[in-house]
């Protein structure tokens, strides 16, 4: 049984790492986007919405 829980473990964990990698990225388009107008906020959500419905 744990050979088989090892290469389980390791899936989960591959997994777990992709999201924190895009969430350093997000962090500094949050700080830039206050920055930014209004407009460039609004377009850039409906990009990040199209993004999300497109995966």
Known sequence: ???????????????????????????????SIEEQSTEDILLQNEEEIKEEKSE
């Open 1 to 31: 049984e744990k050979p088989e829980e090892a290469p389980e473990e390791k899936a989960e964990e591959t997994k777990e790492e992709a999201p924190p990698v895009e969430k350093p990225e997000e962090a500094p388009e949050e700080e």
